[in-house]
Structure formats: structure tokens, C-alpha cells
């Protein structure tokens, strides 16, 4: 007789997979739920009394079996006779926690570092004990990253004590350490093309561009044809190989990205030890990023931040979430410039200021206060601004009112300042005025 389980005859071959995907991603999308709105739940209160606990002299006797002095909940031997071993626990009983280490002293940096015959030479300092060989050369050698400094080793390129020697291995301090030529560059993925470039700012060490709406930063999976037109294309054409590299054949020169339909401002290093230099401006949010945006909807504050982790969407992978509790920490500020009453509805002006730099940061943190940025329907914004009155036109956003407008920063090289400023493009500047004009 079947089971009251299996599906229909004729559909005993479907797949449920997808249905338990569905399940499984309901349930874990509840946990998260229950977990952010009370993160720290209360423990149940303690209603037992001494009488619940037993007597462990009583429990022992009753076994007849001896107790061990030194620790009487230790059972040496039990009625039949076979015995527990003693085990000593020699692992932490928590994994999370762990010792602190004392803070290790920093490695110098050697600027002028003298080449003899295409050989850099250099003495591991006391300080370099226990590094990882290729840790420490990353750090001692400002103009080489660390991929490159990989790709010394893997070439065979770094010798200690004469013998060639991994990225991996474990320096003691005093060892001679030899390296012979320089990084060998992966081809790149990109073709240098003739596209127009604003460039904003440039030197020998970075340069500024105010990228365009829908040009795509770097190359990505797929064929040639279809990583044709992005930002690294353009960069090739117009300073050829005068770019970082940092071991990276598709993002030569990026530092940082802009989404697609993002205007705006983009830092491109020019050499590695700028490109080093403004990562870790990044990571320590020593620079200033503003950008301007218009959502929808009035913002009931005049300014505030919002501070939600974001992760990738299990539904839909192409966006990113603040409903789920394993997501990265991502902060933006933001103040409104101007609530404006429309014939096409409500909408806020707003510069933003984002402290992390995650996917799509902006985009996700205010559709999760219910302003999703106009022209942005992948988070819920509509295709086309419909008019309360006929007798204006609909209109339908071509991109995202999403600009990267301003960009501080002191030089990495100089630590001089520059404040760079990009304006609205012509078509968010003609979008807000056709908006104002019908309040």
C-alpha cells in the first residue's frame, strides 16, 4: 500500500527540492527575524532548590564505588569493575576564546632599497620572528604587495640563507634573504580601448576620474565582447601600463568600485605602493566619501545613520539584504538637503556618507528605511514615475539617482589634502528640475 506521503501518481518524479530550499529558507530567514528583534532573549528563571540537587557522597556509596580526593566527581571504578581514565582537557573549553598575544613591534619599512645586479638583499630583523616569509616582505617592501611578493616566491625569485624558499616559510630573524628581479605581471583580462575619460585629478602616483552611469568597472566572468567598454579598458588606453598591478590581472589600477549606474568619483592608483597606501585609507576610514541621492518618499529625519549588517539575498543573488544576522557591518550617515512636493509624488534630496565601503551600500540601506532610490528597481523603486495629473509626462528613469559627489583625502604620498568635487550629471540635474518645476 503507498504511503500517505508520496506525491500523486504522475508527479512522483518531480523534484522537491525547491520546496524544501523554499522551507529551509523560511525558517532560517525566522531566526534571523527573532534574533534581531531580541538579540539578547532572558534567561528562564532558576526555580530550583537544594532538594533538587543530589548528594554526591550519597550517589557515590550507593555505586560502591571509591572517590577519587582530589576530585570528587570523578568516578575511578564502577560496579563492574572497568575503569575511566583520568583525561586532562589540554584544549580551550570555549574555541572563541583565545589568549592574548603580546603586540608584535613593527617592521620597518625599507624605502631606498639598494639593487646589485638585479638582486635585492635583504637581513630578516629580530622583530620578523615567526612572520611568514612573504607577511613580512610585503611589509618591509612598501612598493610590492603581497600577491607580488607570492609571485616572487612561487617563481622561485627569493632565496633565504641561498636556498629558494615559500611564502610560507617561518623566519627566525637573521636570515639572509635574497630577491632576484621583479614579479612576473599575469595578462591582463582587459584590451585597452579609446573610450573618453573626465579625468578630475591626476599625478604620478593616482589619478581621479568622474566615471559616467553604465560604464562597468572592471572586467568580469564571461567573453571579451561582453567586458568590452568598462572603466580598466579605459584606463589602459590612456596610461597604458603605468598602473598598479598588486597581483590582479582584471582590476589593474582599482582601488575601489562604483556600482554600474552609479556616478561619480574613483580613486586609480598608478603605482602599488599608492595602491597599498589607499587601501589602508579605506580600512581605516581615514577618507571622506559623500555621495547625493534622491529617494522616494520625505525622510522623517533631518540626519541620522543607519547601522544594519548587510548580506547577500537568498531569494534573488543579484541583491543584497539587512534582513539576515550574518551579514557584514556596513554604517552610512545621511542628511537631507530638500523635501520636495511634487506631481509625481513625494521625494527627498540627500548626501550620504558611508563609512564601510560594502555592495550596493547605499542602494539596500535606504530601501530598509522604505526610500528606495529613484530609477533603482532592483530594490522596490518603480520603472516610471507616473504624474498625479494627465497632462504630465510619465517618466522613466534611465539609471539610478545615485552620485559620488565628493571625495577628501591626504595624499599618500605628501599627506597633502585634496578635496575633489564632481557635479550632478546633466541628466540627474534635468530629472530634479523637471520634479521641482511641478510642486
Known amino acids: 500500500m503507498p504511503s500517505k506521503n508520496m506525491l500523486p501518481k504522475g508527479k512522483r518524479r518531480q523534484s522537491v527540492k525547491s520546496e524544501y530550499r523554499r522551507i529551509r529558507t523560511e525558517v532560517e530567514e525566522e531566526k534571523a ?101 612573504d607577511a613580512y616582505l610585503a611589509k618591509a617592501l612598501p612598493d610590492v604587495s603581497r600577491a607580488r611578493v607570492q609571485s616572487l616566491c612561487d617563481h622561485g625569485q627569493v632565496q633565504l640563507n641561498g636556498v629558494v624558499a615559500k611564502g610560507k616559510t617561518k623566519l627566525k630573524g637573521g636570515e639572509v634573504i635574497e630577491i632576484e628581479g621583479e614579479p612576473h605581471r599575469e595578462p591582463l583580462r582587459a584590451e585597452p580601448e579609446n573610450i573618453p575619460l573626465q579625468i578630475v585629478y591626476e599625478d604620478d602616483d593616482l589619478a581621479v576620474i568622474d566615471k559616467p552611469a553604465g560604464m562597468t568597472v572592471h572586467p568580469g566572468a564571461g567573453s571579451a565582447e561582453h567586458n568590452r567598454g568598462t572603466l580598466v579598458s579605459a584606463l589602459l588606453f590612456h596610461f597604458g601600463h603605468g598602473l598598479a598591478n598588486s597581483g590582479d590581472a582584471v582590476r589593474p589600477g582599482i582601488v575601489h568600485r562604483l556600482d554600474k549606474e552609479t556616478s561619480g568619483l574613483i580613486l586609480v592608483a598608478k603605482n602599488d605602493a599608492t595602491h597599498r597606501r589607499l587601501s589602508e585609507m579605506f580600512s581605516s576610514r581615514s577618507l571622506r566619501k559623500i555621495y547625493l541621492a534622491l529617494v522616494h518618499g520625505h525622510v522623517r529625519e533631518d540626519e541620522g545613520h543607519i547601522d544594519l549588517p548587510i548580506a547577500r539575498d537568498l531569494h534573488r543573488r543579484t541583491r543584497m539584504t539587512t534582513r539576515r544576522s550574518n551579514g557584514r557591518n556596513a554604517l552610512t550617515n545621511y542628511r537631507v538637503l530638500e523635501r520636495i512636493r511634487s506631481g509625481y509624488g513625494l521625494f527627498t534630496f540627500v548626501e550620504l556618507h558611508i563609512e564601510t565601503g560594502r555592495t550596493h551600500q547605499i542602494r539596500v540601506h535606504m530601501q530598509s528605511l522604505g526610500h528606495p532610490v529613484v530609477g533603482d528597481a532592483l530594490y522596490g523603486a518603480p520603472h516610471a514615475l507616473k504624474p498625479a495629473n494627465p497632462a504630465l509626462p510619465t517618466i522613466e528613469p534611465n539609471r539610478n539617482f545615485l552620485h559620488a559627489a565628493e571625495l577628501d583625502l591626504g595624499h599618500p604620498r605628501n599627506g597633502e589634502e585634496l578635496t575633489l568635487r564632481a557635479p550632478l550629471p546633466a541628466e540627474l540635474n534635468e530629472l530634479l528640475e523637471t520634479i521641482r518645476e511641478t510642486n
Open 33 to 133: 527575524r527573532r534574533a534581531e528583534e531580541n538579540p539578547f532573549p532572558e534567561e528562564p528563571e532558576d526555580t530550583s532548590s537544594e532538594e533538587d540537587y543530589y548528594d554526591v557522597e550519597e550517589m557515590m556509596a550507593e555505586l560502591n564505588a571509591p572517590v577519587d580526593p582530589s576530585n570528587p566527581y570523578l568516578i575511578i571504578s564502577n560496579a563492574i569493575g572497568t575503569r575511566n581514565e583520568i583525561q586532562q582537557d589540554i584544549q580551550p573549553r570555549y574555541e572563541g576564546l583565545k589568549r592574548l598575544e603580546p603586540e608584535r613591534p613593527s617592521i620597518v619599512a625599507l624605502e631606498d632599497l639598494e639593487v646589485e645586479d638585479g638582486i635585492r638583499t635583504i637581513t630578516a630583523p629580530a622583530e620578523a620572528a615567526s612572520m611568514r616569509l
